[in-house]
């Protein structure tokens, strides 16, 4: 997924060039990392396979928890206002020391210690 890692740290050096032309003002720029999250594409998706191979969605979102996202802490897909939630927090007055970074709500599936 060279095309997707490209474009999310191209991203990331927009986010950080906006947030040093604001510098000393109180504007803010950051970025949200969303992990797998339950959308309504992603519902449509889990839906299909499960038909498909028989199962319930919650089995589906089970193995692929199993299978393709083993680190996630979460271990399910986060819901939409879960994400939203953090937009709304980094948009607040609460968060305005957070600025020029990115923050992930992706339920724990990127291992980093820093």
Do not use: C
Request: no cysteine.
């Amino acid at each position: 997924m060279i095309h997707y890692e490209m474009t999310k740290t191209a991203q990331l050096a927009v986010v950080r060039g906006l947030a040093e032309l604001t510098r000393g003002t109180a504007v803010t720029v950051n970025s949200v990392l969303p992990g797998p999250t339950l959308s309504e594409g992603v519902k449509n998706v889990l839906t299909f396979v499960a038909a498909h191979a028989q199962q319930t969605r919650e089995q589906v979102e089970k193995e692929f928890f199993r299978s393709a996202r083993p680190t996630s802490l979460l271990q399910r897909l986060a819901a939409t206002e879960e994400i939203a939630n953090m937009v709304t927090f980094l948009a607040s007055p609460l968060a305005s020391a957070t600025n020029g970074t990115a923050v992930r709500v992706d339920g724990g599936v990127v291992r980093t210690i820093v």
